[in-house]
């Protein structure tokens, strides 16, 4: 479809314009063409000339991304890591389980995280994770799909996801795939 910008203009302003297809030729021996439908003009909208439109009653906020001085890196991550395993083995698992589903709603933390003042954030608002969101982040992408990962490849995914903490992004492999990232509690 090539139109110039006059023709555009044309389309825009004249919303009920119609136009109608040309009617295919006949061919012999095969009767009378069909009738074609008139089908309404669309207008041509350019990407610079969409703008989201807002609601009436509801804010419209700005998103900022998390900056990087603000996220935390490998140190503390593991030391978070190492509380844990600590926490894990105390309470036989079970009391870790129970207070890492009350802190995943209430500080988007595990309990080490929460113990050592850290929150899981999204990474393009700065806002904290949902108990849903905590868990497809925890148990659905950290340890069904990087434990199957790890399976297959020999525990190569591991061992990047390990190292990948250490990047600019200062980012694991499940963080990546949630778009998310570990940063120091403020309140």
Known sequence: MNMDKTSAEATVETPAAVTTAPAPTQAAGFGPAPVVPA?????AVSAASVVPAQVPGYPVHVTQAVPKELRVGAGARFGAYLLNLL???VTLGIGWLAWAMVTWSTDSA????KLLGLSIVKKDTGARLTWGEMFVRNFLLGGMVLGFLSTITL????WINLFKIFGSEKQNLVDSMAGSVVVKRTA
């Open 155 to 158: 525990s190569i995914v591991a």
């Open 110 to 113: 595990n309990p080490g995280q």
């Open 87 to 89: 926490l894990a083995v």
């Open 39 to 43: 089908v309404p003009a669309v207008p």
